[in-house]
């Protein structure tokens, strides 16, 4: 089969919609697919200088520059859908592609029913973040642009299928008008394989990014975002070491310094780690996703808490499962479809500090159940692996084909 994966930002932009696209895609080809991953000509160019080799095929596509984009979306929207149709049906034709996948839903969502004209061919959605999902209170949602919006929902009227990454986003697929009978729920996947394949000693990891080897370390994993809840999982250390200097927080993520003015006003800077992004990938080396300094990170903590207020998925939850530590995450949208409270992990309310400690302290003290979280957490990363993901993409691309 030949496959079509199309996003406008992919590597190497780091984030959780590329990974996905890109474990996808490499999954796919390991089962024996032809795979093209269509992306902006500067991305295109900017993996070639770095000399990354893929097992898939990777072609440019100009971009419209943004503010020539935006006035054209407001005044000219269809104008706006032929001009981007023009630019990637060539592309399509060129790889004589079965089947397209879209990887989150902006800007090229809006433009299936012109692919469609041109190529006749089925077009499948996967969104996941805020391209389906918007909360106001944290500034969040591509949605909130009242135009973007009205492109999008003509677009949804038009795909075949549409991969639910969740329930919440089963959900916010139907409220944007989505039948019920085109989604698909289809987790997201986590590369297995690759957390067994490291066993640094923790000694030696905690000494490398200075963390105490004598603390109990609660890590979370994310860009410094309000919609994150970060400072939730700050403001729960003064209350774990209210006794006993005992705990510490490791935050790693894009710009998670700028939370170190919290931990100063809790009183608790010399307990709180935060991490920039952390990348193994180098010149003419791709590297994995996620790196072997973020696993290793994972692996040399001791419990995983996720205080976010909205998500599409946890996939960070997932990788700490992976890594054979206990996952704890909010019940919010996304979150909350990620864990079995009291079986592979535990879900807490939104802007719970206190609660944050709680579930931290048992943890600490029933073996039993960490032991039975940590077995079955690792169960479900395992089942998740993006090889099995990928098969299940296959099916559904399959039946669009012999329909």
Avoid at 64 to 82: A, D, H, M
Avoid at 228 to 240: E, N, S, T, V
Wanted: hydrophobic share 40%; proline share 5%.
């Amino acid at each position: 089969m030949n496959i079509g994966i199309i996003m406008h930002s992919y590597l190497p932009n780091i984030g959780g919609a590329q990974i996905s696209a890109h474990c996808l895609a490499h999954s796919l080809v390991k089962l024996g697919h032809n795979v093209v991953v269509f992306s902006e000509n500067s991305l295109v160019k900017a993996c070639k200088e770095k000399d990354w080799h893929f097992s898939y095929d990777h072609e440019g596509v100009f971009r419209i520059p943004g503010k020539i984009q935006n006035q054209l979306i407001r005044f000219v929207p269809e104008l706006w859908t032929k001009i981007m149709a023009a630019m990637i049906c060539p592309k399509i034709k060129k790889f004589n592609l079965d089947v397209i996948q879209i990887v989150f839903a902006w800007p090229w969502l809006p433009v299936t029913l012109e692919i469609k004209k041109k190529t006749g061919l089925p077009v499948v959605i996967r969104c996941a973040g805020d391209d389906i999902q918007v909360n106001s209170s944290v500034n969040y949602g591509i949605r909130k642009d009242t135009n973007k919006t009205k492109a999008m929902k003509r677009g949804f009227n038009e795909i075949d299928r549409a991969i639910a990454i969740s329930k919440t986003v089963s959900e916010e697929y139907m409220n944007i008008g989505v039948k019920e009978e085109k989604i698909v729920e289809i987790p997201p996947g986590v590369d297995w394989h690759e957390f067994q394949n490291y066993g640094t000693p923790v000694n030696v990891i905690r000494k490398k990014w200075g963390i105490p080897l004598d603390k109990k370390v609660i890590i979370s994993v994310g860009r410094n975002h309000p919609k994150k809840g970060f400072k939730d999982l700050i403001d729960a250390l003064p209350i774990l070491n209210a006794k006993k200097d005992e705990f510490v927080v490791v935050i790693v993520g894009k710009e998670t310094d700028q939370l170190i003015p919290n931990s100063q006003a809790k009183g608790v800077a010399d307990q709180f780690y935060p991490i920039n992004e952390v990348s193994s990938v180098e010149k003419g080396q791709l590297g994995s996703f996620p790196s072997i300094e973020l696993i290793e990170l994972y692996k040399a903590s001791d419990y995983f808490v996720l205080p976010s207020y909205i998500e599409t998925y946890a996939n960070v939850a997932l990788e700490a499962m992976a890594a054979g530590i206990p996952a704890i995450v909010t019940d919010a949208p996304g979150c909350i479809d990620t864990v079995i409270d009291k079986y592979d992990g535990l879900i807490i309310p939104v802007n719970s500090p206190e609660i944050i400690a709680d579930k931290i302290w048992q943890l600490k003290n029933d073996t039993n159940l960490e032991k039975n979280i940590i077995k079955h957490g690792y169960l479900k990363a395992e089942l998740q692996d993006w090889d099995h993901i990928a098969e299940k993409y296959l099916e559904v691309y399959e039946k669009l084909i012999h329909l």
